[in-house]
C-alpha cells in the first residue's frame, strides 16, 4: 500500500490568538475524491487555505506533506505551479475586469508542460461548452453559474494533480449543480485527485468516495460515504432527519 | 489662431511629461493601493541616469568610438536610461516598500516621503550644488507648419510619448505580466493561488513606472536642459495630481489627466499674469475633484477584494 498523496497531521489554523482549527488529522489518496462536510464557520475554508499555503498561518506542530514533499516549506505560488495543486476558492475570486480567456491564459503562467496546454484547454471547452461561447465576454458579466465554472475551469489549467475545491455547489440551480458535479467527476476520472468541502453534506457526500466531518475546528467524523450517509449522527445534523 | 496651435503643442508636451510619470503612480496604486510618494524623486534620479548615459554616450561619438547619427543616439540613450530606471522604481519597492507590505497605507506614505529626501540629498551629496547641464542630443530646429513654428523636440517629445503608450497598452493587454498587473488590480490576494509570484508582478510594475520616468526624464532633460536634485520634486506632485485628476488606480486616466493637467496649465498661463498660473490652475483641478471626487476614470467603489 502505497503512502497516501496528501497528509495532514495535527492542522492548528489561528488567526491572530484566534484558533479556528484545533489541531486535525486526515488524509487524501491519490485518484481519490474526498470531501470534508461542515457547518459556517467550522474550518472547511481555514483547512483548504493551510494546504495551499495561502493566506493563513499553522501552529508549529502542524506538518502537511503533498507527494513526499513537506507542504510548509512552499510559497503559495509554488505550491501551485511546482506541485501543481490547484484551489477554487470560497467565493470563486475570479477576474471580473478580465475575459474569459484572459483569466484561462493567465492560469497558464508558471505551467510549464507547454505542450499539454492545447490538450487542457480542449478538455475544459469540452467540459464547460458555454465558456468557449463566451470566451471573449468580460468575467465580470458571466451569471454566477457560468462564473463558477471559469472558477474550476482556471483551476484545472494552473495545475491538475489534487484540486482543491471550496464549496463547488454554492449558488448553484439544481441541475446546474449535476452539471457542475458531473464536469469534477470527469476531471477526477482523468487523474485529478479532489478534495472538497462542502456545506452542502447531501450532494458532497453522495459525489464523494471518503468523507470527514468537521465541527468547530475538530474531526468528529470520518469513513466512506456510503457509510457516512447512514450514520444517525450525519443524519440528524447535516442531512435534515 | 495660431497663436492658439502654438499653444496647443506646448500644452501636448507638458502632458506628456504629466502623463508618462502619472503612470507610475496609477500603475502602482492599482496593484498595491499605495502612492509612492518617491515616485517623483525616482523622476529625478531617472534624469540624472539619463545625464550621465547621454554625456558617456557623446564622449564615446565624440572619440570616433561610437560612430551613431543623432537620431539613432537619442535612441540608444533612452532605451537605456529606461532599463537602467527600472531599476531605482525596483530598488525603491524592495527597501521602503515590501518590509511594510503589511503595514498601515500611512507608514508605507511616509516611507516613501523618506525615500524621496533621501535621493534628493544622495543626488546633492554625491554630486554637489552645481547644476548640471543636460547635452544636446539632437540638434534644435524649428519646423514650419502651416502659419505655426514647432520645435523638433516639441514634436519628438509628444511623438516618443504616443509610442511608449502604445506600447504600454500592448504590454498590459498582451503579455503575461501585463495580465497579472490587470489581474491584481482586480483582486490582489488570489493571484498567487494560481501560480504567480506576486513579487515578481509588483517589481515589473515599479520597474515599468520608473522606466516610464526615465523616458519623461530625458524627454524633459532636452527640453528643459538644467538638471538639479530637487527638480523631481513639483514636477512629481503635479504629476500625482494628474493621477488623482485621471482617477487613482486608472491607467488610461493617468493619460488623460496628465494632458488635461497641461492643457489646464498652458491654457492658464497663456491668458494669466505668469505668477497666477499654478493657483489658479490647480484651483481649477480642485474644482473638478469636487465634482467627481474619484477623479474622471475612477470608480466609485472598488470592486477589488484585499482578504
Ligand atoms: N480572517 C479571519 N480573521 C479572524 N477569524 C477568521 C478569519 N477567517 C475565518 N475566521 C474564523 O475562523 C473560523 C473558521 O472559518 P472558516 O472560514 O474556515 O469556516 P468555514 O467552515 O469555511 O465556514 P463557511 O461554511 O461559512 O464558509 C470561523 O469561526 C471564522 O470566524
Ligand atoms: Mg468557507
Not at chain 1, 492548528?12 to 489518496?29: D, L, P
Request: hydrophobic fraction near 50%; proline fraction near 4%.
Amino acid at each position: 500500500m502505497s503512502s497516501p498523496q496528501l497528509v495532514v497531521e495535527n492542522l492548528e489554523v489561528y488567526y491572530g490568538n484566534i484558533r479556528a482549527v484545533h489541531g486535525i488529522s486526515f488524509h487524501v489518496n491519490k485518484g481519490e475524491i474526498v470531501a470534508i462536510i461542515g457547518a459556517n464557520g467550522a474550518g472547511k475554508t481555514s483547512t483548504l487555505r493551510a494546504i495551499s499555503r495561502w493566506m493563513v498561518k499553522v501552529g508549529p506542530k502542524t506538518r502537511m506533506t503533498f507527494e513526499g514533499h513537506d507542504l510548509l516549506r512552499y510559497p503559495p505560488h509554488k505550491v501551485v505551479s511546482e506541485l501543481g495543486i490547484s484551489h477554487v476558492p470560497e467565493g470563486r475570486r475570479i477576474f471580473g475586469n478580465l475575459t474569459v480567456w484572459e483569466n484561462l491564459m493567465l492560469a497558464t503562467y508558471a505551467r510549464k508542460d507547454r505542450h499539454n496546454l492545447k490538450r487542457d484547454f480542449d478538455m475544459v471547452f469540452d467540459l464547460f461548452p458555454r465558456l468557449a461561447e463566451r470566451r471573449n465576454q468580460k468575467a465580470g458579466t458571466l451569471s454566477g453559474g457560468e462564473q463558477q465554472m471559469l472558477a474550476v475551469a482556471r483551476a484545472l489549467i494552473t495545475g491538475r494533480r489534487m484540486m482543491l475545491l471550496d464549496e463547488p455547489s454554492m449558488g448553484l440551480a439544481p441541475l446546474l449543480m449535476q452539471e457542475m458535479f458531473a464536469a469534477l467527476r470527469q476531471i477526477n476520472r482523468e487523474g485529478t485527485t479532489i478534495l472538497l468541502v462542502e456545506q452542502n453534506a447531501h450532494m458532497a457526500l453522495k459525489f464523494a468516495h471518503r468523507g470527514y466531518v468537521l465541527e468547530t475546528g475538530n474531526l468528529v467524523l470520518e469513513g466512506l460515504t456510503m457509510d457516512l450517509l447512514q450514520n444517525p449522527r450525519v443524519k440528524e445534523a447535516y442531512l435534515g432527519g | 489662431m495660431s497663436q492658439i496651435a502654438q499653444q496647443v503643442f506646448n500644452a501636448l508636451q507638458l502632458g506628456s511629461f504629466y502623463a508618462l510619470i502619472a503612470l507610475g503612480y496609477s500603475m502602482v496604486y492599482s496593484i498595491l493601493m499605495l502612492f509612492n510618494f518617491a515616485h517623483g524623486d525616482v523622476f529625478m534620479v531617472a534624469t540624472y541616469i539619463g545625464y550621465f548615459v547621454a554625456v558617456g554616450l557623446l564622449g564615446l561619438v565624440a572619440a570616433s568610438m561610437l560612430p551613431l547619427p543623432s537620431w539613432a543616439l537619442f535612441v540608444l540613450t533612452l532605451v537605456l536610461t529606461m532599463f537602467l530606471a527600472s531599476f531605482v522604481g525596483i530598488l525603491v519597492e524592495l527597501v521602503a516598500y515590501r518590509p511594510l507590505r503589511d503595514a498601515p497605507r500611512a507608514s508605507a506614505a511616509i516611507t516613501g516621503l523618506m525615500v524621496g529626501i533621501f535621493m534628493e540629498t544622495g543626488v546633492l551629496a554625491l554630486l554637489g550644488a552645481s547644476r548640471k547641464d543636460f547635452p544636446a542630443l539632437i540638434p534644435p530646429q524649428t519646423f514650419q507648419l502651416g502659419p505655426i513654428y514647432v520645435t523638433n523636440l516639441k514634436i519628438l517629445t509628444l511623438g516618443m510619448t504616443l509610442l511608449l503608450l502604445v506600447l504600454l497598452y500592448l504590454l498590459i493587454h498582451h503579455t503575461k505580466l501585463g495580465m497579472a498587473m490587470r489581474a491584481m488590480s482586480f483582486d490582489y490576494a488570489v493571484v498567487p493561488l494560481l501560480g504567480i509570484p506576486m513579487n515578481t508582478v509588483i517589481s515589473f510594475t515599479f520597474a515599468l513606472g520608473s522606466a516610464l520616468a526615465g523616458a519623461a526624464g530625458i524627454l524633459y532633460g532636452m527640453s528643459y536642459p538644467v538638471l538639479d536634485p530637487y527638480m523631481g520634486v513639483i514636477i512629481g506632485w503635479k504629476a500625482f495630481v494628474a493621477a488623482i485628476l485621471g482617477g487613482r488606480g486608472s491607467i488610461f486616466g493617468a493619460v488623460v489627466g496628465g494632458f488635461m493637467l497641461g492643457a489646464i496649465e498652458i491654457l492658464v498661463a497663456a491668458t494669466m499674469p505668469s505668477t497666477m498660473r499654478d493657483l489658479i490652475a490647480y484651483s481649477i483641478v480642485l474644482l473638478i475633484l469636487t465634482f467627481r471626487p474619484y477623479g474622471l476614470f475612477g470608480e466609485e467603489y472598488s470592486a477589488r477584494l484585499r482578504l
